[in-house]
């Protein structure tokens, strides 16, 4: 089993060998040259030494004679065999090359040049490390977003300024595989909330229907024993009953005002596109909205343009979304003590969804409650998901599927000072007549 070894790790040696190897060609280069020239210059000097004792009749002694030699030669070792071998006066002297001496030499004059080399060799190594580091930063920070890709978070690599090509090419090939892969968990999400939807539309339309038909027996029953009581030729009915028959009453209401809820998320209303001006709906909120706000000590503020903003949109499923995210956001500031503002904010503007460039009518709904708990933010839109206690969980997923079937978009940002919904429209591009818009 090989042990795997790191990219970078591998470059290391690789110009680390590379380096090493150019040092030693070149020193070896240089030091082959110099012990060349040194044994020839040796070789002439023996030759020169060697003809000038036979051309004359010299009585040198052996130190003389390796004094004429230079300091290349030496006299032989007992039993070692000469390599040039002189006779003066009579007497026989055998030499050899000192190799050793000849490598002395060249270390001393090519000291220079081993250092350098040394230099040379720590520079590349600090280049190898800087280099590899430099090439494969990149390969990990890749391998790194991998991974947070698989782990379902979206991620993208900005561009290096002075990138190579091929990594430029790699990071876009990442940057488009991330969002091709968001977008397909995007249409996984739509995928199971529909079946989700379908399934929870057909239990409740049976639900519905079986809870209905005993109601109304339920109601019916109720006004008979109403009737049944006033005619008592006593003094009628007593105020318990008359108490225990209203509760009975409103409790039926609300029962109804559930079922009907349901149904309407079962069974939307049929949408009826048409021009609709923003600003015309701030009005109606004030009406509508004032009652509750007094009821929940908030305070309520409208805030729309000098120029009318004109969407394409059902006027009455506009206001239900409004109503809702309203209600659901003076609820939430209920919780807050009385120290904090509360105020309800209604916005009408021009923007630009956050995913495009296309200009569209905004319409903004924020509050200064305790905002959404960052873990729960993925489920607010979820059939029957909510955190109070009477709440049935369809306002906000009633809202999206509306704003859906209108064409537009419905975002929210949530913080600890409050929570801001905000419907994204597409403009009305009619005529300048608009005596007919719906407002």
Aim: some cysteine; overall charge negative; proline content about 3%.
């Amino acid at each position: 089993m090989f042990r795997r070894i790191s990219l970078e790790t591998l470059m290391k040696w690789i110009f680390l060998i590379l380096a090493l190897s150019m040092v030693l060609l070149m020193l070896g280069a240089r030091f082959n040259q110099s012990y060349r020239y040194k044994l020839a210059s040796a070789s002439a000097s023996g030759e020169r030494i060697k003809r000038l004792m036979s051309n004359y009749d010299l009585n040198y002694s052996a130190d003389m004679i390796a004094e004429e030699l230079g300091p290349y030669w030496r006299r032989t070792r007992p039993g070692e065999a000469p390599s040039l071998a002189l006779e003066s006066g009579g007497k026989q002297y055998g030499f050899v090359s000192d190799y050793e001496s000849i490598y002395l030499d060249m270390l001393e004059e090519e000291r220079y040049l081993i250092l350098v080399g040394m230099l040379g060799l720590i520079i590349a190594v600090e280049l190898a490390v800087f280099i590899s580091y430099m090439l494969t930063r990149p390969l990990r920070q890749l391998a790194w977003l991998c991974r947070e890709v698989a782990g379902g978070v979206s991620v993208k690599i900005p561009h290096a300024a002075l990138s190579p090509y091929e990594f430029y090419e790699l990071v876009e090939s990442f940057n488009n595989m991330s969002s091709q892969l968001e977008r397909w968990r995007e249409v996984q999400r739509q995928v199971s909330r529909m079946d989700r939807l379908a399934a929870i539309g057909e239990m409740i339309s049976g639900l519905a229907h079986e809870i209905r038909n005993p109601l109304a027996s339920m109601r019916i029953q109720a006004d008979l024993l109403r009737d049944e009581f006033d005619r008592l030729p006593a003094h009628g009915m007593s105020d318990d009953v008359k108490e225990q028959l209203t509760v009975m009453d409103g409790e039926m209401d609300r029962l109804n005002k559930i079922v009907t809820q349901l149904l309407k998320f079962v069974r939307p209303n049929t949408t009826v596109i048409t021009p609709v001006k923003l600003d015309g709906i701030l009005p109606w909120s004030s009406a509508m909205l004032n009652p509750q706000a007094q009821k929940y000590g908030v305070q309520l503020m409208l805030k729309g343009m000098s120029q009318d903003v004109t969407v394409m949109a059902d006027g009455e499923l506009l206001r239900q979304v409004v109503m809702n995210l309203s209600i659901n956001a003076m609820q939430a500031m209920s919780l807050l003590d009385d120290e904090r503002e509360k105020i309800l904010t209604i916005a009408v503007e021009y923007a630009s969804w956050v995913g495009g460039g296309e200009r569209m009518g905004m319409l903004s709904v924020s509050d200064t409650g305790p905002g959404i708990a960052p873990d729960i933010e993925h489920r607010i839109f979820d059939p029957f998901f909510t955190t109070r206690r009477e709440g049935t969980g369809l306002g906000l997923c009633i809202a999206q599927r509306i704003i859906d079937g209108l064409g537009g978009k419905l975002s929210f940002e949530s913080s600890s000072k409050g929570t801001t919904f905000r419907v994204y429209l597409k403009l009305w591009q009619g005529g300048t007549n608009d005596g007919h818009l719906d407002s």
